[in-house]
């Protein structure tokens, strides 16, 4: 049961922030410029946390997809503490436990 639940949990969350990512508010754009990367960047990054959902969902692909979400949550919090962002580590920590919790009950 709590790996259902985590897996869900995890499909949900990445394919929301990839969503949001992906449509790329002036908001989220412009974060993605003061990290220093170019404005599309969220637009990858975000078509990136979708595609990293939709093979956490099916079960045959989900170690491919537990990988790129792992990488790109690497990526992201090495992103924020470099930019001293801290706040950001919050929602990175509980995909990075998702993602152990369905990696570990898989």
């Known amino acids: 049961m709590a790996h259902a639940v985590s897996v869900c949990l995890l499909v949900a969350g990445l394919f929301g922030a990839g969503l949001y990512n992906a449509i790329g508010t002036s908001a989220t ?8 990367y170019p404005r599309w960047w969220g ?3 975000g078509g990136l946390e979708m595609v990293s959902a939709l093979l956490i969902a099916l079960p045959a692909s989900r170690g491919v997809g537990l990988a790129l ?3 790109i949550v690497l990526a992201a919090v090495l992103t ?12 990175l920590g509980v995909f990075a436990t998702l993602m152990t919790l369905a990696g ?3």
């Open 29 to 36: 754009q412009s974060s993605f410029v003061r990290w220093g």
């Open 43 to 45: 637009s990858l990054t």
């Open 69 to 71: 979400g792992a990488a």
């Open 80 to 91: 924020v503490l470099r930019h001293r962002e801290f706040s950001h580590l919050v929602p």
């Open 104 to 106: 570990m009950l898989s």
